[in-house]
């Protein structure tokens, strides 16, 4: 990508030291784990296409579960890989939280596929948005300057809009309004997990910058 060949290893080295969960707190990885857990399980086993995911999943959880044993020995010398699994299951936190939600909604409506498209579509969309508003940051100096703003304040928008639909579909389906905040609160999980997917950029760039300084 030409943005980032314009990024200086200043720029870049203030965003990979910025915001660095304390690598000796291991409870935080495991606790990490478990909201993951308790999101997938139910999801697996339960709802639409459950022949399937009841497979799937369970298998990307036992995967984690090993990378989170592995990262709680010597955390400390393990930084990189620790990046790597925050944006990988932030990642994978929010896909299981989209597709919980399809499953919910699913017992008290019929999600057409034109929806699903559309949820998928604005999905990507937010990813790239996240992904370019980072660099767009790191190329400003921006996280140089300590700030604690940033992408994240891309969260607020879609969580509005989780929120919005799930008012909306409220006034039309009383009867199931559990059902509707459950998906709407999944919402929000499921798009602050997609912004926490930057730490898989950031590996990325420690990767090519360590290696150009090298």
């Known amino acids: 990508m030409s943005i980032i ?17 304390d690598l000796s707190k291991k409870k935080q990885i495991w606790s990490n784990f478990l909201f993951n857990s308790l999101i997938a ?71 057409s596929t034109m929806a699903i498209i559309g949820v998928i579509a604005l999905y990507i969309i937010g990813l790239l948005l996240n992904l370019l508003n980072v660099l767009r940051l790191i190329r400003k100096g921006h996280y140089g300057k300590n700030s604690k703003k940033g992408s994240v304040a891309l969260i607020i928008p879609f969580s509005v809009l989780g929120l919005g639909i799930g008012k909306a579909m409220v006034g039309n389906i009383g009867q199931s309004g559990v059902v ?27 990767r090519r910058f360590n290696k150009s300084t090298g």
């Open 41 to 111: 399980i139910p999801t697996a086993f339960y709802g639409e296409y459950s022949d399937i995911t009841r497979i799937v999943i369970p298998l990307i959880i036992i995967i984690v579960a090993v990378w989170v044993l592995y990262l709680s020995f010597e955390i400390e010398k393990k930084r990189e890989s620790f990046i790597l699994y925050m944006g990988c299951i932030a990642l994978v936190t929010s896909i299981i939280c989209m597709l919980a939600i399809y499953k919910i909604l699913s017992t008290i409506i019929e999600v």
């Open 180 to 206: 509707i905040v459950l998906a709407s609160c999944l919402m929000i999980f499921a798009f602050a997990g997609m912004i926490g997917t930057q730490n898989i950029l950031k590996y990325m760039l420690i």
């Open 5 to 21: 060949k314009e990024l200086n290893n200043e720029n870049v080295k203030a965003y990979t030291d910025f915001e660095i969960i």
